[in-house]
């Protein structure tokens, strides 16, 4: 297996010879994956590079305050043009991410860069700069920035720790580490706009967004057997606020619900699917999400079903 080190020189190198990037952001975008593609993409503006940026779908209102995230395109389209290399962002594989169908539409010749965090991901790049000890992907790029002596500007900076306060669910969960921190104090020193990224990912809810909140608290069972504490989100739930406002449900319940091992947050998805999110203190959850067809890390991993969320006397199961 190659060396971080060899694998940040080939990506430099191979970005510095490029003249047109394909940045990609999975589908449902968080903060990881925005950040770390958004860095990118504020440095490859920099350095003058023809660079495009895309996404299934629309980056949520949450992460507005990003430099460049109006650039982003939903257009598949893209896929049909030519790029020298084609860089994918924080996804196991290429169905997660939302471009499985695209990818195969781009004319040959270019270079697919995986960069990724997680346990299961499946190395489906050209170039495969998957880190596993790192906190989030974007931890990965400022190892990448710092390997390579890439100057990190506020606008990249921010981007970064964007992704790293969010996939440590602001540096409490158990993907914080000793490197994640100091990375987020490196970043702190560039210029990162730390208030930005507090006000409006951490503080900014609605009223809608609140109440939401309490009807997930009100429907929280306690499964004694599994020491498991469950909730749900039906698709109605969610017609008048944004979809990611549920997203942080699971890192919140995990810092909350001290006596009890596993959360496992089940959302109703408009599409006729059901979405499970699982967190944990010392059990590997990336092993039953995998039994579900799902993966992730060993405290935070999630899965998708077909069917539809039903509520019994025992507490939630997904209905085919």
Not at 191 to 200: E, F, K, M, T, V
Not at 205 to 230: C, E, F, M, N, Q
Request: aromatic letters at 8%.
């Amino acid at each position: 297996m190659s060396s971080p080190a060899y694998l940040f020189g080939c990506l430099h190198e191979a970005i510095s010879s490029a003249e047109r990037l394909l940045l990609v952001a999975h589908k449902k975008p968080d903060g990881d994956t925005l950040g770390s593609s958004s860095s990118m993409l504020n440095w490859l503006l920099r350095e003058g590079k023809t660079v495009t940026a895309f996404c299934v779908d629309p980056p949520p209102k949450t992460f507005r305050y990003l430099d460049n995230i109006q650039r982003y395109t939903a257009d598949p389209t893209v896929f049909d043009q030519s790029y020298d290399v084609v860089i994918v962002f924080d996804s196991g594989d290429l169905r997660y991410c939302g471009v499985d169908q695209l990818i195969p539409r781009l004319p040959s010749g270019y270079l697919l860069v995986n960069i990724d965090h997680h346990v299961t991901n499946q190395c489906y790049g050209h170039l495969n700069l998957v880190l596993t000890d790192a906190s989030s992907t974007a931890e990965i790029v400022q190892r990448f920035y710092e390997a390579t002596r890439v100057w990190v500007d506020a606008r990249m900076a921010t981007s970064v720790l964007t992704g790293l306060v969010t996939d440590t669910s602001n540096f409490s969960n158990a993907a914080t580490n000793p490197k994640s921190l100091e990375v987020a104090s490196t970043l702190l020193a560039a210029g990162a706009r730390l208030n930005d990224i507090s006000r409006h990912v951490l503080f900014d809810k609605t009223i809608p967004a609140l109440r939401l909140w309490g009807l997930l608290l009100s429907r929280l069972r306690h499964h004694a057997t599994y020491d498991v504490v469950s909730t749900y989100v039906l698709k109605e739930d969610v017609l008048d606020v944004s979809a990611d406002i549920v997203e942080g449900v699971s890192n919140f319940l995990n810092r909350v619900t001290g006596n009890t091992d596993t959360i496992l947050v089940l959302r109703e998805l408009s599409n006729g699917t059901v979405k499970g999110s699982f967190r944990s203190v010392a059990r590997d959850v990336s092993k039953l999400a995998r039994l579900l067809g799902g993966g992730g890390h060993k405290k935070a991993a999630g899965f998708t079903l077909s069917g539809s969320i039903e509520e019994t006397a025992d507490g939630q199961r997904v209905v085919y």
